[in-house]
C-alpha cells in the first residue's frame, strides 16, 4: 500500500474584524494557553495526521502566531493575508502533503477523533472532498479533507474573491460537478445552533465556561460537550444570537441576508427599503 503524507493546515492570523487576536486568547481565561495552542494540541492526538502546518501570513503581527508554532513544536508557513487559497496550496506544496486537512484556528474544540473519522472515509471512498460540514456537527467541528491535486486545481482555476478567501468553495459551491465529494453525518443529537467557535466575545465566554468545566482535561471531546449541554442547557444562550458569517455567490444572497440582520436589529425602516428594491428585481450580480 502508497504511504500518503496527510498533514493538517491552520489558517491563523492576528486580525480579525470581530474580535481582534481572537486567536492569541487565553482559553481558558488566565491560563497562560492560547486558543491557537488549545487547537494545535488537540490535533496533535490526532491517529491520522503526520504534519501539522500553521499557515499565517507575513504581516508583522502575526510574528506571535509564528511565535506559537515554534513554542508547540509544529511547522509553519508565512504567504498572502488576502488570497488565503495561495497560502494553503504553497503551504502543502513546502510539505509535499498529499492529503490536506482544513481546520481553523478559531476552534478550539476540534475533535481529533472526528478528524480522524473524516481523513478515514475520505481514503476509504477514494473521494476528491470529504467534510462534515452541514452534516449535523456544530459550527466549530468542521474538519475538510481533500487531496493535493485538488487543492493544485482549485489553486489554478478559482477566480473568485470569495473562493480564494476560503479556500474551498470553488469545490462543494461552484463546481461540486468536477468533484468526488462525501459528505459525513453527525451520530450524535448535538444541540441545534451551537457555537463552538470563535467569532465575537460571546462565543469566548462560551468557550471560556466549557474550558472551565473540564480543567483537568482540556482535550475534551465533542461526546463530553453534549452530555454537559443536556445537564446545563442554559449554556448555550451566551452566544445563541450570533449569525455566523455566510459565503455568498451574488448580490441577491447577500440581500437576503441582510434583511435577516435588520430585521434582527428591529430595523424596520431599512429592512423594508430592502424588501422593497429586491420587489423591483432590479438588482444585479
Known sequence: ??????????QARASSTRLPEKVLLELPYGSGIAVLQQVIRRLKTSKQLNEIIIATTTKPEDKRIVSIAEEEDVKFFRGSEKDVLKRFYLSALENDLDVIVRVTSDCPCVDPLIVDQVIKA?????????????????????????????????????????????VTPYIYKTHPEKFKITSILSDESFEDNVRLTLDTIEDYAFLCCLYDYFPDNNLFDSDKIVLLLKEKPWLKFINAKIIQKQIHIDLKQELIESIKLLDLQELNRAKKILEDYMDENIYTD
Open 1 to 10: 500500500m502508497i504511504s500518503l503524507k496527510i498533514g493538517a493546515i491552520v
Open 122 to 166: 475520505h481514503l476509504d471512498s477514494k473521494s476528491d472532498y470529504t467534510s462534515n460540514i452541514n452534516g449535523g456537527f456544530p459550527r466549530g467541528l468542521d474538519v475538510e479533507v481533500f487531496n493535493f491535486k485538488v487543492l493544485e486545481t482549485v489553486f489554478y482555476e478559482a477566480a473568485h474573491d470569495f473562493e480564494k478567501e476560503h
